[in-house]
């Protein structure tokens, strides 16, 4: 079995660094992008992932709303919020939600790519 991930952030550039420093990690065989709320969802419908790192703030809305939504589809899906906006506010919303993990971007960038590798090794 290998990893599905899907990256969500409205920043093309984020995404781009995500999936370079992702795609070559053994274990994961599937990453899909998306930079909306809509396309997260419609993404998880069609083919649920492992794992989702999920952007707080995007174009069409807080990503904390989906956190619920997601779960109630499959129990199983992962989620790991990567944020500017790491105050302790956003942490609890987003863990009482039902984030895995959460994730500053300007500090905690390499702890993500850790819990990737780690979770991308037991499956």
């Given at each position: 079995m290998t990893m599905k991930l899907l990256i969500v952030d409205d920043s093309?550039?984020?995404?781009?660094?995500?999936?370079?420093?992702?795609?070559?990690?053994q274990g994961i065989e599937v990453i899909h992008?998306?930079?909306?709320?809509?396309?997260?969802?419609?993404?998880?419908?069609?083919?649920?992932?492992t794992l989702v790192i999920l952007d707080l703030h995007l174009p069409d809305g807080n990503a904390s709303q989906i956190i619920?939504?997601?779960k109630q589809l499959?129990?199983?899906?992962?989620?790991?919020?990567?944020?500017?906006?790491?105050?302790?506010?956003?942490?609890?919303?987003?863990?009482?939600?039902?984030?895995?993990?959460?994730?500053?971007?300007?500090?905690?960038?390499?702890?993500?790519l850790d819990v990737v590798r780690q979770q991308a090794a037991r499956i």
């Open positions: 093309e550039l984020i995404r781009t660094r995500l999936l370079g420093l992702l795609e070559n990690i992008l998306a930079d909306t709320l809509a396309q997260t969802l419609i993404s998880v419908r069609r083919e649920p992932p619920r939504p997601i499959d129990p199983g899906i992962q989620i790991a919020m990567l944020t500017n906006d790491a105050s302790e506010l956003n942490h609890r919303e987003c863990q009482e939600a039902g984030a895995d993990w959460f994730f500053d971007k300007s500090t905690e960038f390499l702890d993500l």
